[in-house]
């Protein structure tokens, strides 16, 4: 356990056996959630399958390499050869079936790069973790950079569903760098839990727009390389995390 602040003296951040049964009840919740279809119905084989491929359809869709990113659900009927009627039995709308498409994505957070910041980050080590962590975000986000692209843009036109789950992925990263600064990890309107909001805001928007080919043919050579970018986003988080370490230990 580390011993540099105030609350790591007391409080194990690694959390491992709790990361471990938060995914373990989300996974059953989504299982569960997939079991019937809007009618209520249970699904038996043959519905679970077809829903399994109007998904794979409407992922095939977000990631073809010919396509901009864009879908529609008679798109997604055509490509998993049904029709509207019986897609609708499954998914009440876009903003339904996206999120389901997300649903495996955002399960593997845990893994990719919530963990990093689960153990509390030395002071000594602080640009290193931070870097560990910037890499192991930004290169998750730009694997899924389309399904990325889409929910924010979605977002950003006033789907309040997909506006919920872009705040709400992002806020067990959020507590848990509040919790490396020092601070209480369900603290709110603080200096911290803003400092920390910033942080997360701002390294969303790098991945956002590093990871859109029509931006970075404007911005990413050679004013803006992306090694740079990345790098000045680790030491905005050393400076920060240091920073508001120092003011609550002093508190």
């Keep these: 356990m580390a011993t540099d602040g105030k609350l790591a003296d007391v409080i194990p951040i690694t959390a491992a056996a709790g990361a471990s049964r938060r995914r373990q009840v989300a996974a059953a919740a989504r299982r569960e959630a997939s079991a019937h279809n809007l009618n209520g119905q249970r699904l038996g084989r043959k519905g679970r399958d077809t829903r399994d491929r109007i998904v794979a359809a409407a992922q095939d869709i977000i990631l073809d390499p010919a396509g901009d990113g864009s879908i529609t659900l008679s798109e997604v009927a055509r490509r998993a050869a049904i029709r509207m009627g019986t897609l609708y039995l499954y998914f009440a709308d876009l903003t339904e079936l996206i999120l389901a498409v997300l649903e495996p994505v955002m399960a593997t957070v845990e893994d990719e790069y919530v963990h990093l910041v689960r153990e509390y980050w030395p002071d000594k080590e602080l640009h290193a973790r931070a870097e560990c962590f910037v890499r192991a975000y930004f290169d998750f986000w730009t694997r899924h950079s389309r399904i990325l692209h889409l929910r924010n843009s979605m977002a950003d036109r006033g789907d309040e569903r997909m506006l919920v789950h872009r705040v709400r992925s992002a806020i067990p990263v959020m ?77």
């Design 175 to 251: 507590r848990l760098m509040v919790t490396q600064m020092d601070s209480r990890p369900m603290e709110r309107g603080t200096l911290t839990s803003s400092t920390a909001t910033a942080l997360m805001t701002g390294l969303e928007r790098v991945a956002t727009v590093m990871t859109d080919d029509k931006m970075t043919r404007v911005l990413n050579e050679p004013v803006n390389p992306l090694a740079h970018l990345l790098e000045a986003e680790t030491r905005i988080f050393e400076l920060a995390i240091r920073d508001q370490r120092k003011l609550n230990r002093t508190a």
